[in-house]
């Protein structure tokens, strides 16, 4: 896939409010070696849940 396709991709996402995992994971493995990294399954089911679960708005674990 050429970059800007992917690129374009990316933001259509974060327009629509779907984060990247694989962002979250190198993030993660940066900031927090230490610290477990989510499966890409319970990444999604976290930021859904903090989208639409009805709950205060925290931060997304990216």
């Given at each position: 896939m050429s970059e800007w396709l992917r690129q374009l991709t990316e933001a259509a996402?974060?327009?629509v409010g779907v984060k990247d995992y694989?962002?979250?994971?190198?993030?993660?493995?940066r900031f927090s070696p230490?610290?477990?990294v989510m499966s890409?399954?319970?990444?999604?089911?976290?930021?859904?849940?903090e989208?639409?679960?009805?709950?205060?708005m925290k931060k997304c674990p990216c």
């Open positions: 996402r974060l327009m694989d962002k979250y994971v190198a993030s993660r493995r230490n610290a477990p890409r399954e319970a990444f999604f089911a976290h930021c859904q849940s989208r639409y679960g009805g709950k205060s």
